[in-house]
């Protein structure tokens, strides 16, 4: 029912920046869990971060922690994840995801998946 749509990807210099966002149709998404994961080429999706819907943690992996943040709009049908001082190894496609599961880091709890945004960061 509920259907994600990504976009904001692109190619920058180490140090710039990018916003990514994630359009949700087919449904309200407030009361599942909402979160940003990435796939580097030959390796496994990992989170980015992630946020429930219960008391609206957000949780960031340690890699991206101080450089990363995610935040919804207003109307609460749209996820952003902005990336600042962007670092070549942060190199992946992005996706977006939704899931009811209570382990909101484990990208194979989430039942919801966008089509992935490529983020590419050139030395």
């Known amino acids: 029912q509920v259907q994600l749509l990504e976009s904001g990807g692109g190619l920058v210099q180490a140090g710039g920046s990018l916003r990514l966002s994630c359009a949700a149709s087919?449904?309200?998404?407030?009361?599942?869990?909402m979160g940003w994961f990435r796939q580097a080429p030959n390796k496994e999706r990992e989170f980015v971060a992630v946020?429930?819907?219960?008391?609206?943690?957000?949780y960031y992996q340690n890699s991206v922690k101080g450089r990363f943040a995610m935040s919804r709009d207003n109307a609460e049908n749209t996820l952003y994840l902005q990336m600042n001082d962007l670092k070549p190894e942060d190199t992946a496609v992005y996706y977006c995801?939704?899931?009811?599961?209570?382990?909101?880091?484990?990208?194979?709890?989430?039942?919801?998946w966008g089509q992935g945004t490529q983020v590419t960061v050139s030395s």
């Open positions: 087919g449904g309200s998404f407030r009361r599942l869990n």
């Open positions: 946020s429930t819907w219960t008391s609206g943690t957000t």
């Open positions: 995801a939704a899931g009811s599961s209570a382990f909101v880091t484990e990208y194979r709890n989430y039942e919801y």
